[in-house]
């Protein structure tokens, strides 16, 4: 017996066994409750797995075990999450989330008693599917807010250039819709334009500039972000607008770092000038724009450092035309560590703590101010609004401090629902000035 059956192996011999492996099947529940289970039939190339939210291209079809096709999709545009597929919906939803782009995989799916993802109608039903395309999407907005989503659908070759802050583009416009469905848009549009001079909206100037030829998306742009835009049918009235773009070409504008003396100014100059009348037309988040690139494309100029700090203050007076202190302040903070005296820098520090309730960091660099230039009209009027300011807010804090200890607050005083402090800063944002002709 211990030979075992024929052939016989003789005692204390050595096996060698040579095994190769043919094929194997990668199966995986993806409820983790066995009512899914996924089978790889062909793998796909890229780490990358699609989130929820994000948009693929997808084929399926599902037949039910009697050979039934209940449903067929071909190349299906699809939001990964969307309710698309009815019922299995959540089902398909994990799935996707498994996969990688060009991957085929095949899922069998089982009924439990009063379920309600999987129905009678899908019980033991098999679903193929291929995910086509991955589209990958990006916040392109200036403040990364998602008031502008770009979906890459053509990358352009691959010597495709990439744009510089103020080149002169050619954009061409394929279709506009509202979201669901399309706007009064004639076709096809071309626009010739620069950068950064409000020639077309907000919108298609800041995707231009993060786009090299050849390349094709789609723009998703929502409120407030400006995308207004007469030539593409887009005006006022619509809240969301999807936009199909393709850069068809482009002509160089000034390289910054290789320019010298009057040319380099007369450049800075002309960037400037558009930034202001971009200001004083109340396009400040495009201004805001104009005046980052300016200052990213002199970084590292030693000779222009008073441009870089005129860039930095004039970026915090539409971070405050935009209700945005917090970041007007971090760029004044900036500009007050080379320049401790600075007057527009005090000035629009002070007016961001005023919008931030910050009343005695605000009378701070107004006293700072004023000894500096005594008879600064602004800074003297800000003064008596903060003083104001500071009179409504102890009015308000005493009939808090009444209504706690359970007194009967004064009939005049102030209500919450009353409170006159977002006022006060309201009718701080008309003072803010203009750009002086120096900071132009």
């Given at each position: 017996d211990d030979l075992g059956a024929p052939p016989l192996v003789p005692p204390d011999a050595t096996?060698?066994?040579?095994?190769?492996?043919?094929?194997?099947?990668?199966?995986?529940?993806?409820?983790?409750?066995?009512?899914?289970?996924?089978?790889?039939?062909?793998?796909?190339?890229?780490?990358?797995?699609?989130?929820?939210?994000?948009?693929?291209?997808?084929?399926?079809?599902?037949?039910?075990?009697?050979?039934?096709?209940?449903?067929?999709?071909?190349?299906?545009?699809?939001?990964?999450?969307?309710?698309?597929?009815?019922?299995?919906?959540?089902?398909?939803?994990?799935?996707?989330?498994?996969?990688?782009?060009?991957?085929?995989?095949?899922?069998?799916?089982?009924?439990?008693a009063s379920d309600k993802i999987v129905d009678t109608a899908h019980s033991g039903a098999d679903v193929d599917l291929t995910l086509v395309r991955i589209f990958e999407i990006s916040d392109i907005s200036p403040e990364e807010d998602g008031t502008l989503m770009k979906k890459f659908l053509s990358k352009g070759g691959e010597t495709g250039e990439t744009c510089r802050a103020f080149d002169e583009v050619v954009l061409q416009v394929d279709q506009v819709t509202d979201g669901a469905k399309d706007v009064k848009f004639s076709g096809c549009c071309v626009l010739d334009f620069p950068l950064g001079r409000g020639v077309v909206c907000d919108a298609l100037d800041f995707a231009a500039a993060t786009m090299c030829v050849g390349e094709e998306a789609k723009l998703i742009c929502c409120?407030?972000?400006?995308?207004?835009?007469?030539?593409?049918?887009?005006?006022?009235?619509?809240?969301?607008?999807?936009?199909?773009?393709?850069?068809?070409?482009?002509?160089?504008?000034?390289?910054?770092?290789?320019?010298?003396?009057?040319?380099?100014?007369?450049?800075?100059?002309?960037?400037?000038?558009?930034?202001?009348?971009?200001?004083?037309?109340?396009?400040?988040?495009?201004?805001?724009?104009?005046?980052?690139?300016?200052?990213?494309?002199?970084?590292?100029?030693?000779?222009?450092?008073?441009?870089?700090?005129?860039?930095?203050?004039?970026?915090?007076?539409?971070?405050?035309?935009?209700?945005?202190?917090?970041?007007a302040k971090e760029l004044c903070d900036r500009v007050l560590e080379k320049e401790p005296g600075q007057v527009k820098a005090l000035y629009r520090r002070a007016s961001a703590e005023f919008q931030l309730s910050n009343f005695a960091a605000a009378m701070k660099d107004l006293t700072a101010l004023l000894k500096?230039?005594?008879n600064n009209s602004e800074a003297r009027a800000m003064v008596e609004q903060l003083r104001e300011a500071q009179r409504e807010y102890s009015k308000e804090a005493k009939a808090a401090a009444s209504r706690m200890l359970g007194e009967k607050a004064d009939a005049g005083a102030l209500q919450p629902q009353e409170s006159m402090l977002p006022q006060m800063i309201k009718r701080l944002m008309p003072c803010l000035p203009c750009l002086t002709s120096e900071e132009k």
């Open positions: 096996l060698v066994f040579e095994v190769e492996l043919m094929d194997w099947e990668n199966k995986s529940d993806v409820l983790g409750d066995g009512r899914a289970i996924k089978t790889i039939t062909e793998r796909g190339s890229g780490k990358m797995k699609p989130q929820k939210g994000q948009d693929v291209v997808l084929s399926m079809k599902v037949t039910s075990r009697k050979g039934a096709v209940l449903q067929e999709h071909v190349e299906l545009e699809h939001t990964v999450g969307a309710p698309d597929f009815g019922t299995i919906s959540p089902i398909i939803l994990e799935v996707l989330r498994s996969m990688s782009q060009g991957e085929r995989c095949h899922v069998l799916l089982r009924r439990f409120a407030p972000l400006n995308f207004q835009e007469a030539r593409l049918g887009l005006d006022s009235c619509v809240e969301k607008a999807v936009i199909k773009v393709k850069l068809t070409s482009l002509r160089r504008g000034p390289h910054f770092q290789e320019l010298q003396d009057s040319a380099l100014t007369t450049k800075i100059d002309e960037a400037k000038d558009a930034a202001a009348t971009l200001f004083k037309t109340g396009r400040f988040a495009l201004a805001l724009e104009v005046y980052r690139r300016l200052s990213a494309s002199l970084d590292g100029k030693s000779e222009v450092q008073k441009v870089q700090s005129i860039c930095e203050l004039n970026q915090a007076a539409c971070y405050l035309k935009l209700a945005k202190p917090h970041r500096v230039q005594p």
